[in-house]
């Protein structure tokens, strides 16, 4: 099994920053994807940004494109996520993902692994 724990989330005005974390533990090696995702309230859960172990992909929502930054380092076996330029409608839990799929997908459906979730409060 994999186990993904977020962390970093937290209340931060808009235009801050924030980074998220996400540490990997458990099987990890047949990890390929991971990924960040988010539900607000009464929304469905989105992708916002993708990476994979193993070669140079990224991929970013429209709506982070240039405020937000997925990165991992492979000794800790951690991904990132930095969020800057941080608006109220970024606030929601943010959730770690992982695939043993070497595909490069924004559907949550395809993801195997999930942690528990971090809010990410920002104030107008």
């Known amino acids: 099994q994999v186990q993904l724990v977020e962390s970093g989330g937290g209340l931060v005005q808009a235009g801050g920053s924030l980074r998220l974390s996400c540490a990997c533990s458990g099987r990890t090696s047949g990890l390929y994807t991971m990924a960040w995702f988010r539900q607000a309230p009464g929304k469905e859960r989105e992708f916002v940004a993708g990476?994979?172990?193993?070669?140079?992909?990224?991929n970013y929502a429209d709506s982070v494109k240039g405020r937000f930054t997925i990165s991992k380092d492979t000794a800790l076996i951690t991904v990132y996520l930095q969020m800057n330029s941080l608006k109220p409608e970024d606030m929601a839990v943010y959730y770690c993902?992982?695939?043993?799929?070497?595909?490069?997908?924004?559907?949550?459906?395809?993801?195997?692994?999930w942690g528990q979730g971090t809010q990410v409060t920002v104030s107008s």
């Open positions: 993902a992982g695939s043993r799929r070497n595909e490069q997908r924004v559907q949550d459906r395809y993801y195997e692994y």
């Open positions: 990476t994979s172990w193993y070669d140079l992909y990224t």
